[in-house]
Every structure is written in C-alpha cells, then in structure tokens.
C-alpha cells in the first residue's frame, strides 16, 4: 500500500470499538495490572516509564495504534524496531513483554499487546506525576508491520516546527496538539547523537545553534564534547523524572535539549502554546491528555489479532477479526 493510501486508511479506521472499560468482564484486573507492573519497572530503573510513554506515539503514527512496533523481524519482514527514529532510541519492550505475560496468566488472548501499550503510556504519565485519564480499549495487534513507514513517517530530532505541524496535519493532529504532545519530553533522556549538529554544526555553519542559551551551551558541550561518546544521554528537561511544565519554561529559557524541542519556541507557530504551557501546568495536562486520546483513536482498520506474545504473529490459525 502506497504512504498516501495508509494514512487515508489509519484515519478512515473505525474508533466506534474503542471505549473505556472495554476489559471490565473480560479481564476486569487488566488495568490494574498494567499499572503494578509499571510501578515495578520504574522501581528498578527510573527512566523506564519515559520509555514506554514512547511507545504509544511511535507505534500509532506507523499503521494506526495496532502493536505494530513490538514485532520482531522474521524471516518475511522487517520489523519497526531498527526503523531510522527507533533504532538505539527505544527502550523498555521487556516491560511491555512483562506485562503481555501477567495478562496471558490471567486472561488468556483476551488483551491486545496494542491496547498494552495504550495503557502503559497513560501509567506512565501517572506515576510520574502528570495527569490521569481514562483511555479508550479494543483494539487488536496487526499482522505485520513495516520499516520502510517507519522511515517515512517518524521525525528526526533534528526536525523543525514546520516538518513538525506537516506532519501532525496529515493525521488531523492539531498544531495545539503538537505541542502539547512534545511535552512528553518532560520525563526522559536523549543521547548526545542527537544534538551534536546543534552544539558544533548547526545549519552547516560550523557554529552552535544561536538559540541555545549560553550557559545551557556550556554544560551540553561538556556533555557532549565534539567527537565525544554519541550515546551518552542527557535530561530532555530540568526535571527528567517528573510530568510537569518545566520542559516548556526550559523552551522558553533556551534550554530545550533537542532541536525538535526548541524549535517549538523559536517558530512563531508555535511559540505561543509553549509559552500557554510553560505558565499554566493546568492547561498543558489538558492539552496532554486530548492529544494523547485522539492519537490512541488512530487505527488502521486491517486485519488483526490478539497476539500471544508481542514480538510474534500467533503461530497457530487463529480467528481474524477487523476493527471497522
């Protein structure tokens, strides 16, 4: 299916199977499961929960909220795993391994991997301090998924707002909603890989990035030192492991890590919605949470399953169902 085709199809998927509680007779601990098991993770390694936030926005934008991204490669396809934005980015698909394996304990093939990754993310929100809500359940795992979508549709840190906003449109994301959605960069590291061009290069200049405020320029050279170790990583805010505001006051600071953060302030299309944020925690967790349902709302409306175990396609014939 050509790029154009697949997003017509991701929008045009049906949302009516999707409501909350959808386990609620099925598997009525799923929810609390999830969220155990979550406490867990970060309990053993704080960065976790930002990781498997990722999750949900890198599988959605690729063939709709379907798991997707959790496929392995086999012998007959390419998984999403080592997709351009993904490779040595992504973490934490253990933690959605772990979850995957209480819910099979307890419900067998009752609870998608797709809808895992739904709900973790929302989990992670929480038990970093941000908002809660409910989240929308129902939908099934895909049957494959695919690296070269990956490739063309995931953004590169290096994007700017335009890129950015182009991007959004396409899944009727608003320019609201992607700021808002950036925000979840308020818990997490990135790798100095990503900003190096920003630090000693950027735009070709052979100069660091005139937005990044000068002392902030100081620690991240020291960080990240020309020629340095690509994958050491640094705090995306001034508070990497707590879901606030502070990403947008540190934007608004010329203190954003990544270009496709910063970029959300120098572009006056941007701008005002960080500044909107960065005063009222209130209004961003709002904004957080609309975004967040109306990109769980993509599907495909292909043909899925309920995957046994996340990285794999059930082996054995199973009944295939369809979500519009």
């Avoid at 949302?15 to 609390?32: D, H, I, K, N, V």
């Avoid at 929308?136 to 998924?145: I, K, Q």
Wanted: negative net charge; proline residues 5%; charged residues 25%.
């Amino acid at each position: 299916m050509s790029p154009t085709l697949l997003l017509i199809s991701i929008l045009l998927g049906s949302t009516t199977a999707l409501r909350p509680g959808f386990y609620s007779e099925t598997c009525p601990q799923a929810e609390l499961v999830v969220r155990e098991i979550l406490k867990s993770a970060m309990a053993r390694e704080s960065r976790s929960v930002a990781s498997v936030m990722r999750l949900q926005f890198h599988d959605c934008l690729v063939n709709g909220c379907d798991g997707s991204l959790l496929l392995d490669d086999s012998p007959n396809m390419i998984g999403e795993k080592e997709a351009l934005s993904n490779i040595d980015s992504l973490r934490s698909y253990e933690v959605i391994d772990e979850i995957k394996e209480a819910l099979e304990t307890r419900c067998p093939g009752v609870v998608s991997c797709a809808d895992i990754v739904i709900m973790a993310a929302r989990d992670a929100v929480v038990l970093s301090g941000g908002p809660n809500w409910q989240v929308r359940l129902g939908r099934l795992d895909s049957l494959t998924a695919s690296q070269e979508a990956s490739n063309q549709i995931m953004p590169s840190p290096r994007a700017n707002a335009t890129s950015l906003l182009q991007l959004f449109a396409r899944f009727n994301l608003s320019t609201k909603d992607l700021v808002a959605l950036s925000g979840s960069h308020s818990i997490g590291k990135a790798r100095c890989f990503s900003i190096v061009f920003r630090l000693y290069n950027q735009s070709g200049s052979g100069r660091p990035d005139p937005s990044i405020e000068p002392g902030f320029r100081e620690k991240l050279d020291e960080l990240c030192p020309l020629g340095g170790d690509d994958s050491v990583t640094g705090d995306l805010d001034a508070t990497p492991e707590r879901f606030d505001n502070q990403y947008f006051k540190d934007l608004m600071n010329g203190r954003g890590f990544l270009n496709s953060d910063q970029t959300l302030f120098t572009s006056p299309q941007t701008r005002d919605y960080v500044k909107m944020f960065g005063r009222s925690q209130t209004r961003f967790f709002k904004a957080f949470v609309e975004g967040m349902i109306k990109m769980g709302d993509l599907l495909s409306g292909h043909p899925g399953e309920i995957r046994r175990n996340c990285r794999l396609v059930n082996s054995q014939p199973v009944e295939v169902f369809f979500e519009a």
